[in-house]
């Protein structure tokens, strides 16, 4: 069994009340291994529940159904995608897992429209679905811009220097679901990946599996306590800080032969730029050019085999 990363868990309220400690225990766990856990995030546990719930049901309906809520073309950025599709970058063997995304709700005319797809739900079989996952998307994102003041601050930039790039950015709400593993599988639940956007925001799974890799190369379990909310950081804020924040090597491997027949899920929300940010390293570095995050993210989604 794997060791687990050490990860001290930071309070969220720290943000408020004392905003310089909180940039130095967000920004060494970070520096030291990519992710941090958070305690005390405040989402409230009805909201969280709820959305579980509709998750479950949601991947439980029959495969038929549940395709018609696929969108041939739309790189997976909203409603679902089937098994079988995403795989990890370098990787030959597709992850062992089923998702549905959520975006941002704009409003009509809005400057993005043409860049991020309006919102799929499944009404007519799930009417709790779309109101539980609106919900909890405005939750995290708040959540995720008090992190960002944090690391700010670590960056030594202003507190609000993330507010205007992350104010209508493309991010994603994923629900996961990886289905009970065979007996003999070459293929992993999620193989060795980084994420692509600023920071991941991902509130617990029942069933482990999570590991990070460590800067020594040895894959550690990542500690999730119960009510936590673990944080990692995405390829795009390591562009922007010139790679002093690692966006750190992770997957999800398969579970132990006692629990292959159960499912896992699990709740991860992708919190980006707003497509016309230009990403601009603070410090100058030749091999790292300014790029906006919607190029960025193209990019990424061929290499995931998504676009």
Request: charged share 20%; net charge negative; hydrophobic share 45%.
């Amino acid at each position: 069994m794997p060791t687990r990363a050490d990860i001290t868990p930071v309070p969220l309220s720290l943000v408020e009340t004392d905003l310089a400690q909180a940039a130095d225990r967000f920004g060494d766990s970070f520096r030291r291994t990519g992710f941090a856990v958070v305690e005390g995030h405040g989402i409230p546990q009805h909201m969280i529940e709820g959305a579980w719930d509709a998750a479950r049901r949601f991947f439980a309906l029959p495969d038929e159904v549940k395709r018609r809520y696929h969108l041939p073309g739309g790189a997976g950025q909203r409603g679902y995608t089937p098994f079988g599709v995403e795989t990890a970058k370098g990787a030959k063997l597709s992850d062992l897992k089923e998702f549905w995304h959520v975006g941002r709700d704009l409003p009509a005319g809005h400057r993005f429209a043409d860049i991020m797809a309006p919102n799929i739900w499944p009404d007519a079989e799930l009417p709790e679905f779309r109101p539980a996952f609106q919900a909890l998307f405005g939750a995290l994102q708040a959540t995720g811009l008090r992190v960002l003041q944090a690391i700010a601050v670590h960056l030594g930039q202003p507190k609000d220097f993330f507010e205007s790039p992350v104010e209508d950015g493309n991010s994603i709400r994923r629900l996961l679901h990886y289905p009970p593993v065979a007996a003999v599988a070459d293929a992993v639940r999620a193989g060795a990946h980084e994420d692509i956007n600023v920071i991941t925001l991902l509130l617990g799974a029942e069933e482990a599996g999570l590991q990070l890799l460590s800067r020594q190369g040895e894959w550690l379990e990542v500690p999730a306590p119960e009510g936590s909310l673990v944080i990692n950081v995405g390829d795009m804020l390591q562009r922007q800080t010139g790679g002093q924040l690692p966006s750190t090597t992770h997957r999800v491997v398969n579970p132990p032969a006692d629990r292959r027949h159960l499912s896992r899920y699990s709740m991860p929300f992708f919190l980006h730029y707003r497509p016309d940010w230009l990403i601009t390293p603070f410090v100058e570095q030749a091999a790292m050019p300014p790029i906006t995050a919607h190029d960025f993210l193209l990019q990424r989604l061929a290499e995931i085999k998504l676009a």
